[in-house]
């Protein structure tokens, strides 16, 4: 069954760390487009990653630039969000999705959701 989870996180301070994981079974998670985004309470929800395997990059927000890295795990079917330098403004409800259009820019992010995963950073 198609399905993705969103695990790891938390509480942590501000300047510390976490690492969240985006699970994938179901389809061939290592040919879709893979986001990450977050929304806090009140606030609009934001995409902050892309990673495509077929363009072979990720693009990162740049309220998390310099601070969060995705990475995939071998075989491909585990995306991970490292994230450092943890602030305040970084709590949100975290969530990653899935798209069949292989590229970023072509990603449209409607039907793989998974389930999101809380993050709250202290001061």
């Known amino acids: 069954e198609v399905q993705l989870q969103a695990s790891g996180g938390g509480l942590a301070q501000a300047g510390g760390s976490l690492r969240l994981s985006c699970t994938a079974s179901g389809f061939n998670f290592a040919e879709y487009a893979v986001a990450w985004f977050r929304q806090a309470p009140g606030k609009e929800r934001e995409k902050i990653l892309c990673?495509?395997?077929?363009?072979?990059?990720?693009i990162y927000a740049d309220s998390v630039k310099g601070r969060f890295t995705a990475f995939r795990a071998w075989p491909k079917t585990i995306l991970y969000l490292q994230m450092d330098s943890l602030k305040p403004e970084d709590s949100a409800v975290y969530y990653c999705?899935?798209?069949?259009?292989?590229?970023?820019?072509?990603?449209?992010?409607?039907?793989?959701w998974g389930q999101g995963t809380q993050v709250t950073v202290s001061s």
């Open positions: 990673s495509s395997t077929t363009d072979g990059l990720t």
């Open positions: 999705a899935a798209s069949s259009y292989g590229t970023c820019t072509a990603a449209l992010f409607t039907d793989l």
